[in-house]
């Protein structure tokens, strides 16, 4: 089976967009299928196009087993949402020039769309579904323009919100089928599209087997989070409200985007205990997230079908979760008893777990870190996820 993903996010750029997208086609591309990719020039999350890739309109290359096409895009991280808008329309019109290419877009037996972004997965759609009438796969790992309007970031009934939600509504009656990353979008859509096709993808990680790590001291107790440093996040609001310090305890953040240079200022000017390192590859982090106690996981408010890609980068490293936020992820999070959960806001709730998870007898803790590395290897495993995801796509 030959497969085309379309999504603006691909290594070596970080974060969960790109990791999500990666491990899809790599694993589709271990099992035997011919992947290529449609992205753009990487960018994120510094918002400029890295280098090695500048000066260039498009670029071919070939990447662990996987053949990447990649196009200009306006890169940007300004929160300007106007400018962003125009980001979002660069890409959404530079993938036209792939349409060129008749003989490779016939040759494609099924067609993922990533969406979010909605307008350049508009695009692809009209493009791949529309002229060229292949079996599309929308993939949903946000339900945008819903989430907007939960972040504030855009005003529910607005002409910008109708205008994307009708969109929205397009892509999902145009795909052959779809797939979300959590049982909450796969069930928002399935309200649009009854009786259409759906699997449920989540962003985990591949299966892989560590060397026993030492038992690690909490004493200071570390606590990390590595990820986007953005508005839905809002770890900035976070480290001006608790002081990590008072409590004994360290947080260090890993990351980028446009809260990063404010953090970075907060944490050289504010004694509190919290350390901000930049980026750090996806190999190396993995590596570097063993050596915390803890890892926290903030959502600013709660948003429907978000569960953060982080919790199943961390379960198979047996990290203990500190989770604010609710939905799908608070469930998992109580269910299989892999830390504490905190309503999104509440930092006098996150403190108080702060100490519980900190004072836990080593018998317990060391419980909940088997718990995580136990939910991994079972319900959440990537290459079980796999297998059942080549078996839907060959069924459509």
């Known amino acids: 089976m030959r497969i085309l993903i379309v999504s603006p996010s691909y290594i070596p750029e970080i974060g969960a967009a790109a990791s999500r997208i990666t491990n899809m086609a790599e694993g589709l591309s271990h099992l035997g299928m011919e992947v290529n990719v449609l992205t753009c020039l990487p960018n994120y999350p510094k918002g400029r196009i890295f280098e090695g890739y500048r000066g260039h309109f498009s670029r071919k290359e070939e990447m662990n087993g996987v053949m990447v096409f990649r196009y200009w895009t306006y890169a940007t991280v300004s929160k300007n949402p106007f400018i962003r808008l ?148 809002n770890i900035l609001e976070m480290i001006e409200r608790v002081d990590f310090k008072a409590m004994g305890v360290e947080l260090h953040l890993f990351g980028g985007g446009n809260q990063a240079k404010e953090i970075e200022r907060y944490v050289q000017t504010h004694d509190r205990g919290v350390f901000y390192h930049g980026s750090l ?61 905190s309503v999104p806001g509440d930092y006098e709730q996150l403190t ?17 870190k088997k718990n995580c590395l136990n939910v991994s290897r079972t319900l959440f495993s990537f290459d079980r996820q796999l297998k059942a995801y080549e078996r839907f796509l060959c069924s459509i």
């Open 86 to 233: 125009f980001g979002m329309c660069a890409f959404a019109t530079t993938i036209w020039a792939f349409a060129f290419k008749r003989k490779r877009i016939q040759s494609y037996d099924r067609i993922i769309i990533q969406t979010p972004p909605i307008l350049a997965a508009a695009s692809a759609m009209i493009l791949f579904r529309g002229i060229y009438q292949k079996k599309v796969v929308l993939n949903v790992s946000d339900l945008w323009p819903l989430s907007a309007i939960e972040l504030g970031a855009i005003k529910e009934g607005s002409v910008y919100h109708r205008v994307m939600a009708g969109i929205e509504c397009f892509l999902y009656r145009q795909a052959t089928a779809y797939q979300g990353q959590s049982q909450e979008i796969v069930d928002y859509v399935q309200r649009f599209v009854p009786g259409k096709v759906s699997f449920l993808y989540r962003n985990l990680q591949h299966d892989f087997d560590l060397s026993p790590q030492p038992t690690i001291s909490r004493s200071p107790f570390k606590i990390v989070y590595a990820g986007l440093l953005g508005v839905a996040q």
């Open 352 to 368: 108080r777990h702060i100490h519980v998870m900190r004072s836990m007898s080593e018998e317990d803790y060391q419980q909940m």
């Open 281 to 341: 590859p996806k190999e190396r982090m993995r590596e570097e997230l063993t050596h915390y106690q803890a890892s926290i996981i903030p959502l600013a408010v709660p948003i429907k079908g978000a569960v953060p890609s982080k919790l199943f980068d961390l379960l198979p490293l047996g990290v203990p979760v500190l989770f604010c936020g609710g939905g799908e992820g608070e469930r998992i999070v109580e269910q299989y008893h892999l830390g504490f959960v």
